[in-house]
């Protein structure tokens, strides 16, 4: 049990540092490492490992990569980019624009690749209308973490949720759209408020240049249809994993694009580091927690959703959201209300991603594609909407969650 807990602890430890020091060893490698220290030191059989993975999750996440890697190579963010610019002409406009089609598309796509697209159009939208950019960046960060709140294949968190609760598509885009509509709704204001000099009604109007966009017309027809009728089949109950590898593949048929290009979009790593993470919680599953030593520490206090949402916020932003889902993932099934208890825990863990820049991975893909354009978004300027945000969403997804 000992040698169990020190592996989940390290590897969380590596998890909230995001590498070791002194070391090149990353997350995934980290989350890989102790899976293998599960099997080597005799917590799990090789078998067993196996057996940990959720192969679900990772096929829904691997189907969702594939789709959206088409939407990329189809030139569907830069179109819906160049909308955006074609229709703000006035400050206000942009960022509510800009926050509607980010949480929008992260509802349906995974958030960190609509945060990976998108922000280098807002770049430039925002340097044409000579304003400063920070806000709107913010904005796609933000809005894309409350939109993701949305659906089951609105981020990895929830991916993992959705599989493991059984809770169906529809019933989980009930309780939780309004969550997302009404975060989208708080951070619009939190940044109106807190950057009042960019937003001020006696702000200039002017006309934006077109954007540029390299789009394939008949890639992109395919691609939406694929994914209309992706999303008409998780709202008609066919299992989400089913439904996302097979629109995957299906649009791998094709002439215009070589598969290597779709294979180059898709994100090895973070699959390697689900699967891994899945072993090491499985492993100190297996050798501390004991179905008695779960369910106390379920009724003590996660019962409550105000103490559940407020342990996995913390947890989230010391350790990311993914593994501090998998973390609580035991207790969570022993609650007396565990569908509740669910949803509690795919809302917290992601509303809490906004806490911080260094929240949620699609903050620091916001953040990184922003650095490489040569445009700063610092942790004060973030901090200072983050957490109002944060707090304000978090309070009401507790009421509005039925």
Same mark, same amino acid.
């Given at each position: 049990m000992i040698i169990a807990m020190l592996i989940l602890a390290a590897t969380y430890l590596v998890m909230g540092l995001g590498r070791l020091p002194a070391s090149r060893l990353d997350r995934t490698g980290a989350a890989l490492l102790g899976a293998s220290l599960m099997v080597a030191t005799g917590t799990l059989s090789l078998d067993e490992?196996?057996?940990?993975?959720?192969?679900?999750?990772?096929?829904?996440?691997?189907?969702?990569?594939?789709?959206?890697?088409?939407?990329?190579?189809?030139?569907?963010?830069?179109?819906?980019a160049q909308w955006i610019g074609r229709h703000a002409r006035r400050p206000i406009v942009l960022l509510?624009?800009?926050?509607?089609?980010?949480?929008?598309?992260?509802?349906?796509?995974?958030?960190?690749?609509?945060?990976?697209?998108?922000?280098?159009?807002?770049?430039?939208?925002a340097h044409a209308m000579r304003r400063n950019p920070v806000p709107y960046l913010i904005a796609v960060a933000m809005a894309s973490n409350v939109g993701s709140v949305a659906t089951i294949t609105g981020?990895?968190?929830?991916?993992?949720?959705?599989t493991v609760s059984h809770i169906p598509y529809g019933a989980f885009s009930a309780a939780l759209a309004p969550v997302a509509a009404v975060g989208a709704i708080v951070v619009v204001a939190a940044i109106v408020l807190a950057h009042r000099?960019?937003?001020?009604?006696?702000?200039?109007?002017?006309? /934006?240049? @077109? &954007?540029?966009?390299?789009?394939?017309?008949? $890639?992109?027809?395919?691609?939406?249809?694929?994914?209309? =009728?992706?999303?008409?089949a998780f709202f008609l109950g066919v299992p989400p994993p089913e439904v996302a590898i097979v629109a995957g593949a299906l649009l791998l048929v094709t002439r215009r694009i070589r598969p290597e290009r779709v294979m180059r979009e898709i994100d090895w790593p973070l699959l390697l580091l689900f699967a891994g993470l899945f072993i090491v919680v499985?492993?100190?599953?297996?050798?501390?927690?004991?179905?008695?030593?779960?369910?106390?520490?379920?009724e003590l206090a996660l019962g409550r959703p105000a103490v559940l949402a407020a342990v996995v916020a913390v947890l989230s932003n010391l350790v990311s959201n993914?593994?501090?889902?998998?973390?609580?993932?035991?207790? /969570?099934? @022993? &609650?007396?209300?565990?569908?509740?208890?669910? $949803?509690?825990?795919?809302?917290?863990?992601?509303?809490? =991603?906004?806490?911080?820049?260094?929240?949620?991975?699609?903050?620091l893909i916001v953040v990184e594609r922003a650095r490489a354009a040569r445009v700063s978004v610092g942790f004060w300027p973030y901090f200072r909407v983050g957490a109002p945000v944060t707090v304000i969403t978090l309070a009401l997804g507790l009421w509005l969650l039925p």
């Open positions: 490992a196996y057996r940990a993975i959720n192969f679900d999750t990772i096929t829904l996440l691997l189907g969702m990569m594939i789709v959206v890697a088409n939407l990329r190579l189809a030139g569907f963010f830069g179109l819906a509510i624009g800009v926050t509607a089609v980010s949480a929008a598309f992260s509802a349906f796509l995974v958030n960190d690749a609509v945060c990976l697209m998108l922000t280098p159009f807002v770049i430039e939208i981020n990895p968190q929830n991916m993992v949720i959705g000099d960019e937003f001020l009604p006696t702000a200039t109007r002017r006309d /934006v240049a @077109e &954007l540029r966009v390299h789009w394939n017309g008949p $890639l992109l027809a395919k691609s939406l249809a694929v994914i209309v =009728g992706a999303i008409t499985a492993g100190a599953e297996k050798a501390a927690l004991t179905p008695d030593i779960r369910r106390a520490v379920g993914v593994p501090a889902v998998l973390v609580l993932k035991p207790f /969570v099934g @022993e &609650l007396t209300d565990p569908r509740k208890a669910w $949803l509690v825990l795919a809302m917290a863990s992601t509303l809490a =991603g906004n806490f911080t820049i260094v929240g949620s991975i699609a903050n």
